[in-house]
């Protein structure tokens, strides 16, 4: 299967310096920090670089209506041309 995938998630982070010593730690235990060096060569090999960029996903869906709209009209035009018949004996 191939096509996009959009994933839609917000994020509040907090102001800087607006969390104590002792939340930060709690932070850092939950989300603890990961080098690349802790990663194997599969992991590695397995990452795929994306670039993130914002889409107003209203207008993605009328994009891709559209371009579905113009495929089934090209198809419409592929199929309407003359038809043999057949030669009688």
């Known amino acids: 299967m191939k096509g996009k995938l959009y994933i839609h998630f917000s994020v509040d982070f907090p102001e800087s310096g607006s969390l104590h010593t002792e939340q930060q730690e709690a932070v850092e235990h939950i989300f603890p920090r990961r080098t690349v060096n802790e990663m194997t ?11 993130l960029v914002d889409v107003n996903i209203d207008d993605e869906m009328k994009r891709k209506e ?22 009688q004996q």
């Open 66 to 87: 559209q371009q579905r709209q113009q495929e089934a009209y090209e198809e419409d035009e592929d199929n309407g041309g003359p038809r043999a018949q057949c030669a």
């Open 41 to 51: 060569e599969m992991e590695l090999d397995e990452c795929e670089e994306t670039t």
